[in-house]
């Protein structure tokens, strides 16, 4: 009897196992073909706030054509590595323009993120690809998207699955983001795992 509840034990344990493996694969595989956007503010003054916003508009812009003309996620990192002098000249003259005076740090690297909900779609915790722009001590809240597919700009769930299919991906990836209450407990459970890695 011992050695059945035994095996029943483990043959769970490997199922538990196997299925989490699956998901973290699930979601490596979404993440391998976008690039995520991450502005963080000073601090959370509110001058410090409005001053992210009006940085992250103007990259926005600044992006804008990079997203258009890349056809794929590597054509956009490499035009990215070329611009991250000028996504850090653009962002230190909306900082003089409005006279502050702090440095502002550009990477592009792998970044860990939870879970997160934007108005359209959602992305599942875990290490993406990430534009970031530290502004100051970085020691605010943040501001985050995906510049790659553009999908910030996209207003409606008919454009960001449009926009996600032309950089594609597929339906159940396009699904996973755009519906994310069906899939509450893959993101919660993705964001543990995220959790434990960490």
């Known amino acids: 009897m011992k050695k059945i509840v035994l095996i029943m034990v483990f043959s769970l344990l490997f199922a538990a196992v196997l299925g989490c493996a699956?998901?973290?694969?699930?979601?490596?595989?979404?993440a391998d073909k976008l690039i995520r956007f991450h502005v963080v503010a000073n601090s959370d003054k509110a001058e410090d706030q409005a001053l992210k916003l009006r940085v992250r508009d103007a990259l926005l812009e600044e992006l804008a054509p990079l997203s258009a003309k890349a056809q794929s996620r590597e054509e956009m990192v490499e035009l990215l590595q070329n611009a991250l002098p000028l996504v850090k000249e653009t962002a230190e003259q909306v900082l003089s323009e409005q006279s502050?005076?702090?440095?502002v740090e550009v990477t592009l690297q792998p970044e860990s993120f939870p879970t997160r909900y934007y108005d359209t779609f959602a992305l599942p915790a875990g290490e993406y690809l990430s534009l970031r722009v530290r502004i100051g001590r970085a020691e605010g809240k943040n501001w985050w998207c995906v510049c790659f597919p553009a999908l910030c700009r996209s207003a409606c769930t008919q454009d960001l699955q449009a926009?996600?299919?032309?950089?594609?991906?597929?339906?159940?990836?396009?699904?996973?983001?755009?519906?994310?209450?069906?899939?509450?407990?893959r993101f919660k459970l993705l964001e543990w795992l995220e959790k434990l890695k960490n």
Do not use: N, T
């Not at 699956?22 to 979404?30: F, H, I, R, T």
């Not at 299919?165 to 899939?183: C, H």
């Open 22 to 30: 699956g998901l973290m694969a699930q979601q490596q595989a979404l």
């Open 100 to 103: 502050v005076d702090e440095c």
């Open 163 to 185: 926009v996600a299919a032309g950089a594609g991906f597929s339906d159940e990836e396009i699904q996973w983001m755009s519906e994310p209450d069906r899939y509450v407990i």
